[in-house]
């Protein structure tokens, strides 16, 4: 069995109050129209919301799709997602109690960072049925230039995390569960880093250690984020919006070497 990470369950037991108002992102209509866009549902779809939290990526494929399934390990995130997803499982996403290609669309916003996450997207493209489309939706560093920083920002943000992506890193991870015609697009969220850091679930210390990043940081990293620091300090948060496709035959990379 796969054991549930205790690290994970406690922060977002602790976050889950203030979570649908912890970021600009996590309820921005265009950023939610833009992933439907992106994984371009049927009618007759049934869709599974992987770390479905309390439902605001579910929300926007309501009457889009026929049914809607989430998944997810914090009772206290998914209580408040009984309005957008039809069913509610609670398991980790790296043992999923689905048979493969039970689903036509699979979606996962902010949550493979929390995951052993090479397992949990092999298990996506698993139980999703060949020519079915997966999105991964996750904050990345711009590049080499910022990602020092970015991780450092991310991290002291959540000590739970433990994965840290770049735009590419999201391809490899669905290209190496054996999806296709992977295809990786940009969104870019206005943040306030003062609203984004006050998660519920953060010591003082590591927001003022957030604002030192973005108050000492480099020339580059400002002109990728555009930061602005003044009495707010403002971030262009970078989410990369990757798309694969499970191919007719699907067979895992490992089967294939
Ligand atoms: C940042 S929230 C994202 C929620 C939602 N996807 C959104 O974009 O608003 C991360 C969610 O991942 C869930 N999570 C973390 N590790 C998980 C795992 N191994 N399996 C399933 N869910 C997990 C957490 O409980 C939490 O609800």
Redesign the pocket.
Known sequence: M?P??PL??A??TA??AK?NRSSH??DDPELGAFVVETLAPSPTDHLL?????????SKHFRGKVAHITG????RA??DQAGAFVDTFVE????ALPFADGSFDRV?????T????DAE?VREMVRVLRPGGRVAL?HLCAYGEADRAEYFEILRLRNE?RRNFYLREDLARLLRDAGAVEVAVQGWVSVEDVDVWSDTGAITDAAREGIRQVYRNASPAFRELHAVEVGERIVDRMLFGVALGVKPLAHLPRAALV
Do not use: S
């Open positions: 796969t549930v990470d994970v369950h922060h977002f976050r889950a979570y992102w996590v919301d992987i770390a479905c939290g309390t439902g605001l990526v998944v997810d390990i914090t995130m998914a398991a980790p996403a790296e979606v996962c916003r902010q949550g960072q929390f995951m052993r949990a939706v739970a």
